[in-house]
């Protein structure tokens, strides 16, 4: 019991060390690639009093989709979340494309329930 105890200790220490969390399945976490808040406090500071609320909720909902820099997120998922019409969203992700906000790298097809995918622009 004591040398597990001391093991744990040990681990706990190594990563302490390491300054890495440890997480619930005995791995550390991994560093994250990039400060994820920065773009999100660049845009509440400098961006979203310039928008409409449907830009501004597709936005967050854009930048919570994201994932290794794309955000794959159809029109129909950004309505649903941001309480709008289909055609509303479709109109605040045009807008946020018109203000450089998001760019569009590859259109979805309805037909074949694939989604749009964005990445968002960089705080400049």
């Known amino acids: ?7 744990d ?5 190594r990563q302490v060390i390491n300054r890495r969390a440890p997480s619930r399945n005995g791995k550390p976490k991994p560093k994250s690639k990039g400060n994820r ?11 979203m009093a ?3 609320s449907s830009e501004r909720s597709a ?3 854009l ?3 994201e994932r290794n820099g ?8 950004i309505a649903t979340k941001c309480g709008v019409s289909r055609r ?32 968002l622009s960089a705080p400049t």
Request: cysteine-free; charged content about 20%.
């Open 1 to 7: 019991m004591t040398n597990r105890i001391n093991a």
């Open 9 to 13: 200790t040990d681990e706990l220490r």
């Open 37 to 47: 808040f920065a773009s999100i406090n660049w845009f509440i500071d400098t961006q």
């Open 50 to 52: 310039t928008l409409t």
């Open 59 to 61: 936005w967050f909902v």
């Open 63 to 65: 930048w919570r989709a």
């Open 70 to 77: 794309v955000a794959s997120v159809s029109h129909q998922e």
């Open 88 to 119: 509303q969203a479709i109109t605040a992700v045009n807008g946020l494309i018109d203000k450089e906000l998001i760019r569009r790298i590859e259109k979805g097809n309805p037909q074949t329930s694939t989604a749009n995918k964005y990445t």
